[in-house]
């Protein structure tokens, strides 16, 4: 045997070894290891595996020369008949090799199955045989077949012995691949466990780079198949995305928990804002990386997981949002300050932009508040610029309709309590983040919507009520005093604390059948009702007077007026009827749970009236008049006991002080300034109660 | 500094009556807690006194809860009188036209222990 005979041998068993330390896949191994046997040691070869149930696979065939072809496919098709003598069966059944150095037609015979199997022997050309069993690991794990002829060789005791070692070599390398086709067995169990997991699940290799996804990970960003992940050239699929932190702060690939698992790393969970930038479609995702170590400590590959947390985090928002909003808009009354500060929560959580727009007075919607910018974003194919077009436009259909839209990058709800036609809209867009909305930001929006609508109409209401009492105190004042011949009148009004709170003390001057008829009241209670009764009797007191002259009954019909009312409602009045005969001027003055008037003559004042109950209290009363006469210069002082009953430092203002004050008062105009003065002067403290006081002075008769 | 707004309240029982006894000043600002000082007091349904001997102001809200509470008291029943105060307070029943109505008063001596003030 040459020397270049024995390298060639040689090489051929180095490369068999290499082949068996790929540990590559088993019908690529057979196929390899033939190509090393034929033509090198052998024109025709088989390899077969018997596995460890005793089933017997004939793995691979090659055969050398011209019609090798169907030769291979004949031979790959041939099971040896078992109970052969020689050759094949003999191996297997006895587990040692067996060398046929001459072959006849009567030996291909003996093993041949059939005539056909025959005929395909005899094609072999073959001149000599070996079969070895292949042995691993204690056992018979299949077997190689090889013969010469073509290629004029023969086989000798010397090739039978090559072979044995040839086919340990075999045997180990089979081995190899049998148990790389068990772990690529479980790589496939692995990878339909993960294809149906409901977790995204991304593979990268040492180098980062993407070589597994499942379709929840396609899913998850949006992909249409899992290929478009492992395919995807390096930072390619990054490109496809807007990825911020919680904080909105914008985060690059190297960010992501499964690139610093590549460098080296043990990364925590990261919660991202993932926005694909195409359809502008959110998801909150919570990337966990871990990384894998092979037997020697490298880095072999990182295991990401991605959880979608939309939901969780959507709700979280959502209640986050409401509750704060709910805070801001039960926060003030002044409407327009509660819905800004919606708005710019809105645009904190939920949208880039957030406007609200109202009806105004004109019934046209107005801006009311607004947050976030307008900056201009491309729409997208297929998507109207909703956004940047007519907004007044789209909330107008909004509210005409009472129907909430939902369109890509914008929300528009309506303003409205349930059953009641729209208010106004709430108009949510998004610009520069390029997100779109979905249907959890719709409804959302809808109860923000509704919130805001309850906030506005509780505004309006009290706004409504604060107005009405303002209005009825305006009116319940005589924008002016009358002239009335023969007299002078002056007035006085304090309204007492907060401004909503409308106070009941009224005073009134006007002319009735005779005379001229010159009130003031003071009404229990505040707010509105106290407005509204404070209403009911100045109107009561006019209509009644006008119609009777009379002070006593005048006052009988507001008692059975205010007796009409459910529960009780308390009003004092004093009232006095200026008459005028023949330059003789007197007052008829009655009081009712009211104290009593001050008639000043010459600077001196005198309490006039007879005390009596109050209007409202009783089925009836005894009101009864007291008439002064009113000489040139006389005052006629009324007022309500916010004077009296004014808080001092010591003391309340008092009877004795008013007393002392209008002593000397010359006139109606003096006896007001008066007690303005005094009272000013006098007070500590927030003034607790309305203050009306009516002078009436007898002007020196003129005929 | 003497100002609106100080109003001390007891409630006592004596026999099957209630006494409500006040100090301070009854007026817009603590008309209220006088109020609930005589619901409280109504509860038994014995007769209700309201004590108006330490007052030292009153204004019409608290003449508008005397008269509430006589008319309440005529409806259901039961009988409510005050123990008059000071002249400033009476003066105020003079000018509602209620100081001549003898069942609105009650002499504190007439219900034992009650005359002892607190």
Request: charged residues 25%; proline residues 4%.
């Amino acid at each position: 045997m040459s020397a270049s005979h024995e390298q060639n041998r040689f090489v051929l068993l180095a490369s068999i070894d290499e082949v068996a330390d790929r540990g590559v896949l088993l019908g690529e191994t057979v196929a390899r290891l033939l190509e090393f046997v034929v033509p090198a040691f052998a024109d025709v070869a088989t390899l077969d595996t018997i596995s460890h149930e005793g089933v017997f696979r004939r793995v691979g065939s090659r055969v050398e020369g011209p019609g090798r072809e169907e030769l291979e496919k004949g031979l790959l098709r041939r099971r040896p008949i078992p109970e052969g003598p020689v050759g094949l069966p003999a191996a297997l059944a006895t587990g040692e090799s067996q060398l046929v150095e001459r072959v006849t037609d009567e030996h291909l015979r003996a093993i041949a199955a059939d005539e056909a199997d025959f005929q395909l022997l005899r094609a072999l050309e073959l001149r000599s045989v070996l079969d070895v069993p292949l042995l691993a690991r204690g056992r018979i794990v299949g077997a190689l077949a090889c013969g010469v002829g073509t290629s004029g060789r023969d086989y000798g005791p010397e090739d039978l012995r090559f072979a044995e070692v040839l086919s340990a070599r075999l045997a180990l390398a089979l081995d190899n691949a049998g148990l790389s086709a068990a772990l690529s067995g479980l790589e496939q169990r692995l990878e339909i466990t993960l294809t149906n997991l409901a977790e995204a699940v991304i593979v990268r290799d040492a180098a980062g780079s993407m070589v597994f996804a499942n379709p929840a990970a396609a899913r998850l960003l949006g992909l249409t198949s899992v290929e478009e992940i492992t395919t995807a050239a390096p930072g390619a699929l990054m490109a496809l995305y807007d990825v911020f932190d919680e904080e909105g702060r914008r985060l690059s690939l190297t960010d992501l928990p499964s690139m610093l698992a590549v460098r080296g790393e043990r990364p925590g969970p990261l919660l991202v804002n993932n926005i694909i930038r195409a359809t502008g479609e959110q998801r909150w995702l919570l990337h966990k990386a871990t990384p894998v170590f092979d037997a020697s400590g490298a880095l072999s590959m990182v295991i990401s997981v991605i959880e979608d947390l939309t939901e969780v985090k959507r709700a979280e928002r959502a209640q986050r949002l409401l509750a704060e909003a709910g805070q801001a808009l039960s926060a003030s009354l002044d409407y327009h300050q509660s819905l800004q500060r919606m708005a710019e929560l809105a645009v904190s959580g939920l949208a880039d932009r957030c406007q609200v727009l109202m009806r105004g007075g004109n019934g046209e919607l107005e801006e009311v508040a607004v947050a976030g910018a307008k900056v201009a974003a491309e729409p997208r194919a297929g998507e109207t610029d909703e956004v940047h077009g007519d907004e007044l436009a789209v909330a107008a259909e909004v509210v005409q309709s009472d129907e909430a839209r939902l369109a890509g990058r914008v929300i528009v709800v309506p303003l409205a309590l349930v059953g009641q036609p729209p208010i106004g809209a709430l108009f949510l867009g998004m610009t520069e983040s390029g997100r779109t909305f979905d249907k959890g930001d719709l409804s959302l929006a809808r109860e923000l919507g509704r919130r805001a609508a309850i906030a506005v109409e509780n505004a309006r209401l009290y706004a409504e009520r604060s107005m009405i009492a303002s209005t009825l105190q305006r009116s319940l004042l005589p924008p002016e005093l009358p002239e009335i011949r023969g007299f002078r009148l002056a007035g006085l009004y304090v309204a007492a604390g907060e401004q909503n709170e409308v106070g009941g003390d009224f005073y009134d001057a006007f002319e009735v059948q005779g005379g001229w008829m010159v009130v003031v009241g003071d009404v229990a209670g505040r707010g509105a009702e106290a407005a509204a009764l404070t209403s009911l009797s100045r109107y009561t007191l006019r209509t009644a007077g006008k119609l009777l002259g009379d002070p006593v009954a005048t006052l009988e019909q507001l008692n059975a007026a205010l007796r009409e009312r459910p529960g009780l409602s308390l009003v004092s009045v004093c009232c006095a009827v200026l008459r005028e005969t023949g330059g003789d001027a007197t007052a008829d003055v009655v009081l009712a749970g009211h104290p009593p008037a001050f008639h000043v003559r010459a600077g001196n004042p005198e309490p006039v009236g007879l005390f009596a109950p109050f209007l409202g209290a009783y089925a009836s009363g005894e009101w009864t008049p007291v008439t002064v006469h009113l000489g040139p210069g006389d005052q006629l002082v009324l007022y309500t006991d916010g004077v009296i009953d004014t808080v001092g430092e010591e003391e309340r203002f008092g009877e004795e002080r008013l007393v002392a004050t209008l002593h000397g008062a010359s006139g109606a105009t003096d006896a007001v300034a008066r007690i303005e003065a005094a009272v000013r002067d006098f007070a500590r403290g927030t003034q607790a109660d309305d203050i009306a006081v009516i002078a009436v002075e007898r002007l020196l008769a003129r005929r | 500094m003497r100002r609106a707004g100080h109003l001390n309240l007891r409630l006592r029982r004596i026999g099957d009556a209630s006494v409500v006894s006040a100090r301070g000043d009854i007026d817009l600002s603590t008309v209220a807690q006088a109020a609930e000082a005589m619901d409280a007091a109504r509860a038994d349904r014995g007769p209700v006194f309201l004590d108006l001997r330490e007052v030292g102001f009153m204004d019409t809200s608290g003449l508008r809860l005397i008269i509430e509470e006589q008319q309440r008291a005529a409806a259901h029943g039961y009988r409510f009188a005050v123990f008059p105060g000071s002249p400033k307070v009476q003066r105020l029943f003079e000018i509602a036209g209620l100081a001549g109505d003898e069942g609105l008063f009650a002499d504190p001596s007439t219900l034992p222990a009650a005359g002892e003030g607190d």
